[in-house]
């Protein structure tokens, strides 16, 4: 397996995990969605929309938007956007913006070269407006690499609302549920 292949199969994998969160807090109430905890983002639905928003504002930059705002960010753009909705009217609503949004890494992924993982990929950084440079590689990885801590602080506050049936993050389930299904 190739650089390339690697990085492709990491990101399969987020985005699995990704639709395993977003199946697991359909069972929530609202209250539950919204519950404050001393962990990471404060509650599940701004652990979900923060773990959108970094997928989002990363492959921006890595499309060339090193500048770019994330639904909801703009005040006015969404009426109504209270409790920290992030933009988003609602779970379903979140949900399938990031299925858009899964399906533009999935392309972007599939014209990724070896070449250009080296090539430097540029963000502002919205506290201090300073433009960034990150070899391509490094943003990446880190998309899957911070994807994988903001998921497993989401799945402490699932456990802590009452969640029985955690969302499965482990990849090695993902190569055992593939494996299962390839015929033999």
Same mark, same amino acid.
């Given at each position: ?15 699995? &995990? ?5 199946? $697991?807090?359909? /069972?929530?109430? *609202? ?11 404060? /509650?599940?639905?701004? /652990? ?43 779970? @379903? *609503? ?26 430097? &990929?540029?963000?502002?950084? /919205? ?11 490094? &943003? ?5 690499? %911070? ?7 989401? &799945?402490?506050?699932?456990? %802590? ?17 593939? $494996?299962?299904?390839? @015929?033999?």
């Amino acid at each position: 397996m190739n650089s390339i292949a690697i990085i492709q199969r990491l990101h399969q994998h987020r985005r699995w &995990v990704n639709e395993n969160l977003i199946a $697991a807090a359909t /069972s929530l109430t *609202d209250e539950q969605l919204h519950r404050s905890f001393p962990i990471g983002q404060g /509650s599940i639905w701004k /652990s979900l929309v923060h773990l959108y928003a970094a997928e989002f504002v990363w492959l921006e930059a890595l499309l060339g938007n090193d500048n770019a705002l994330v639904r909801g960010d703009l005040p006015g753009q969404v009426p109504g956007n209270q409790l920290g909705k992030g933009g988003f009217s609602s779970l @379903p *609503d979140l949900g399938q913006e990031w299925t858009t949004l899964a399906d533009r890494w999935t392309s972007y992924l599939a014209t990724l070269t070896e070449q250009a993982l080296d090539e430097p &990929v540029y963000r502002i950084v /919205s506290s201090t407006g300073q433009r960034l440079a990150t070899r391509r590689s490094d &943003v990446l990885l880190h998309v899957c690499t %911070h994807a994988q801590y903001t998921t497993a602080q989401a &799945v402490n506050v699932l456990r %802590h609302v009452g969640v029985e049936k955690l969302p499965d993050t482990m990849l090695i389930s993902l190569a055992r549920l593939e $494996a299962a299904k390839a @015929p033999a």
